[in-house]
């Protein structure tokens, strides 16, 4: 594009010309008069006035990159949990206070239009959140940089509940309309499935492979912008939707069955239908392996063709790109670039390889062994003929440097091939990202260390260089700026502006822990919250909490890692102690357990707990001897959009996963942040979020990892805590019983319990004494409101090193500038 088309100042507004703006959006835009408008013609409208304004400064952005031919970050994730973009946008160019004096002076309500925005949920939860929170930190540090990823039709589904049980409705997000997108059909990537390879040699000899694949999608990128925090830089989420390439329907359509190529494009679009519900349990689906693919092929197609300018020599694209592989959901790109340089470009093998290895890293997420994908040797040679070759060779080179390297070691070679023999022959795609990134990292010390350790530990012997952590993080824009604005103003007025942009000054506030008055207005925040999020559930939700209960907060998927359950024992322990005398009403400490979690809708124990959750909380909700002392609430649906009410105004944050199995978590960091203590475990990035904000001030409790493992090897019999404890054995009796289920001891109850007693396997019932000591601890702390204040302001003030910002700079120093 020749530079001079381009608009040639940024705008700037005032609320005359933002006004203007916005009513011509209206008219223009949408159509309407503004007395005939309706709310959502006018959040279209505001939505585009943003995005107008948005739109200079991307292209200022992108004629710079242009220019500057700068080493840039691809970012490739097969999720990226947004949440609603309008606030964000309004708070990135800080046009928040101008829309709203403008709309005032028409009689509308800026919040109003704000709510109408339905959030793209296309994410799962902890990896898709971390990749919109990353695009954030990209813009803001002033990274050049572009996301690449998948444009689902539907995202994650929307959960209800219907007589306590998970109900999965689709989640329509585009229903209304998506003003932040920009879609380019001319720029449509075609890809290819299915076919043969063959061999044919060019003019001099030279033998070569040629993929013919039987059928194509198109690929149609849109744009969405990623503004910077007020840094003027605004970079691009380019997200992948597919559709019928019209090739391909002609084919069909000449073959004289217009019903059958009708058919066959919804096929095609099927591609970026749906979301995958499952979080870190993949089930190995082909429609899922044909998505990675298709967005891998799209996006490196389009950095190479698109991005990078014509004439350039991919020899040097190590010098102007990483693809950062975000878990192994793309890995499928590192065989789709051989394929492009070896196939496409006619290079040879090595050259190609010594590229390959330069331009990719990848990020693990997991320690479950379930959740390391593999995609069976038969289904991915059907899909992508050409590159199960090229893995296989890859493979071949591989296992020939482990035998220089150990010679003799046939059980190394074995553990270590990318392909799995048992239980079917299979890729395993871990394997492969680390033998092909030049990097490998975890997302916390204790997980990056696990992986050294355990899950990758013949790799990390053979390329100790390779790896390396970087402790995830989340954005302060969205979780403090945006979603807790009594806190951010506080703090404003402590300590200045410039810590949004600078997590590690809230420090400055560690000596207001000690200033009572500081403290009282901290209270005062707190307390506002609660109100805030108790007013948001009533409505939403038609759920009703006291505001001067302490929130207690478990959100998170339910997975049986994550322990829902212990969680769950220890509410059915309160409540058993107290309706048996035990425990007098008089000393219980007026709490909220607020749950959010949605499970993956095939997994069966997941959809159990749920079930048993809503069961507890409607009995216990109901008895009212309790006079209010507990309540459960269990809002449906829990998203980025809730979570963002809901986080301010917790004050217990519960991270109790069994150590060992949650990577980092960032949940964890987006409570302490907005001042929540955390009772947890000593897991994931919770071992540093307590190293930081020091032990009296963080609840931990249970086995560590060396622990775990030690009772694991020593033979792990949860029936003998079951016996031992007593109120263990009564908590987990009163839930057989049917206490909670109307009397119904069978069903999920008998499986829940029974599987608890008999197998247990993230030991719950392990930790369940030392869990509910630390919920006593808890208590005794909460009891003395200004020492808690304390620990809740040191909280806010030693967390700034979970700021993504820092995440992106120690990518930067560790892995993309290496
Ligand atoms: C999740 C981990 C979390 C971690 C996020 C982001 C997957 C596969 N992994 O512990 O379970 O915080 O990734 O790194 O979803």
Redesign the pocket.
């Known amino acids: 594009m020749n530079d001079t088309t381009a608009p040639s100042a940024a705008r700037e507004h005032t609320v005359e010309s933002f006004t203007r703006e916005f009513l011509r959006e209206v008219n223009f835009g949408q159509g309407v008069d503004l007395d005939r408008a309706s709310t959502n013609d006018k959040y279209l409208a505001l939505a585009r006035t943003v995005r107008a304004y948005l739109t200079t400064r991307w292209l200022e952005t992108l004629r710079t990159q242009r220019r500057e031919q700068k080493k840039a970050v691809a970012y490739m994730s097969a999720e990226f949990l947004l949440g609603r973009q309008l606030e964000n946008n309004l708070l990135a160019t800080d046009l928040g206070e101008i829309a709203r004096d403008s709309l005032d002076l028409l009689g509308i309500d800026l919040v109003e239009l704000c709510n109408t925005e339905i959030e793209p949920g296309l994410g ?4 898709g959140r ?1 990749a919109a929170c990353f695009v954030d930190s990209l813009a803001t540090e002033n990274v050049p940089s572009i996301g690449y990823g998948i444009r689902y039709e539907y995202g994650i589904f929307r959960q209800r509940f219907e007589d306590g049980r998970q109900v999965e409705e689709p989640d329509e997000w585009l229903r209304l309309g998506s003003p932040w997108e920009m879609p380019h059909p001319e720029n449509a990537v075609k890809v290819g499935f299915g076919g043969r390879v063959e061999a044919w040699k060019d003019e001099s000899g030279r033998a070569h492979r040629r993929w013919s694949p039987d059928w194509h999608v198109t690929g149609v990128p849109y744009n969405y912008m990623v503004p910077g925090y007020r840094n003027g830089r605004v970079n691009t989420l380019r997200l992948w939707s597919a559709r019928a390439t019209q090739a391909f329907d002609l084919a069909i359509f000449n073959a004289g069955d217009y019903t059958d190529a009708v058919r066959a494009q919804t096929q095609a679009e099927n591609i970026s239908k749906v979301l995958y519900p499952e ?2 349990t993949p089930q190995g689906k082909e429609l899922r392996l044909q998505q990675q693919y298709f967005f891998v092929a799209c996006s490196l197609r389009d950095f190479v063709e698109k991005v990078l300018p014509e004439d350039f020599d991919l020899h040097r694209l190590p010098e102007r790109i990483t693809f950062q592989l975000n ?1 192994t959901h793309p890995v499928i790109a590192v065989p789709e670039l051989m394929r492009l340089l070896i196939d496409e470009r006619g290079w040879e093998w090595a050259d190609a390889w010594a590229v390959t290895q330069k331009v990719f890293a990848y990020t693990c ?2 320690l479950l062994p379930e ?1 390391l994908e593999v995609w069976p040797v038969d289904l991915l040679g059907r899909l992508l003929p050409r590159h199960l070759e090229i893995i296989y060779r890859i493979n071949e080179e591989f296992l020939e440097q482990v035998r220089e390297a150990f010679p003799g070691d046939m059980l190394r070679e074995r553990h270590m091939s990318i392909i799995a023999e048992e239980p079917v022959r299979s890729v395993r795609m871990a394997y492969l990202a680390t033998v092909a990134g030049a990097k490998v990292n975890g ?1 916390a010390e204790l997980h990056s260390q696990l992986l050294r350790d355990k899950v990758l530990s013949d790799f990390a012997e053979m390329f100790p260089h390779k790896f390396t952590n970087v402790t ?1 993080g989340v954005t302060p824009r969205r979780f403090m700026a945006l979603s807790n604005p009594r806190l951010s103003a506080l703090i404003t007025e402590a300590i200045g502006e410039g810590w949004v942009t600078d997590l590690e000054r809230l420090r400055e506030l560690e000596p207001l822990a000690d200033d009572a008055e500081f403290r009282r207005r901290f209270r005062e925040v707190k307390s506002h919250n609660r109100a805030r999020f108790a007013g948001v559930i009533a409505e939403r939700d038609g759920i009703e909490i006291s505001p001067d209960a302490m929130v207690d907060a478990m959100v998170k998927r339910l997975h049986e890692y994550k322990r829902q359950s212990l969680k769950l024992l220890h509410i059915v322990s309160l409540y058993e102690r107290i309706t048996s005398g035990a425990l007098p009403l008089a000393d219980v400490t007026p709490r909220t357990f607020v749950f959010g979690a949605k499970a993956a809708p095939g997994y069966v124990r997941a959809k159990e707990t749920i079930a048993l959750i809503n069961a507890v909380g409607r009995t216990i909700n109901a008895d009212a001897s309790l006079e209010g002392r507990l309540k459960v609430a269990f809002p449906a649906n829990y998203n980025v959009t809730l979570a963002e009410t809901l986080i301010p105004a917790a004050d217990l944050s519960e991270q109790i996963s069994q150590a060992g199995k ?5 949940g964890n960091m987006k409570f302490a942040l907005n001042g929540a203590l955390t009772v947890g475990t000593d897991d ?2 919770n071992v540093e979020i307590r190293q930081l904000v020091g032990d009296d001030h963080f609840f931990l409790f249970g086995m560590d990892e060396p622990a775990v493992s030690d009772l694991q090897a020593s033979g792990y019999r949860s029936a003998s805590y079951y016996e031992q404890d007593k109120d263990l054995r009564a908590a987990l009796d009163m839930i057989a019983s049917g206490a909670f289920t109307g009397g119904d001891r069978g069903s999920f109850v008998s499986s829940i319990t029974a599987s608890l007693i008999e197998r247990d396997r993230f030991m719950a019932l392990a930790d369940f004494r030392a869990y509910v000591d630390a919920q006593e601890r808890v208590e005794a702390h909460w009891a003395d409101q200004e020492a808690w204040t304390r620990s809740a302001v040191l909280n806010v003030a030693r967390s700034g090193y979970f700021s993504s910002d820092r995440s992106i700079r120690d990518y930067l120093a560790r892995i993309w500038n290496a």
């Open positions: 799962n939860g902890g990896l971390l979080d870190s878990d997420h997991t959740a997302v995830n949650e990577a980092s978590g960032t994931g990035a």
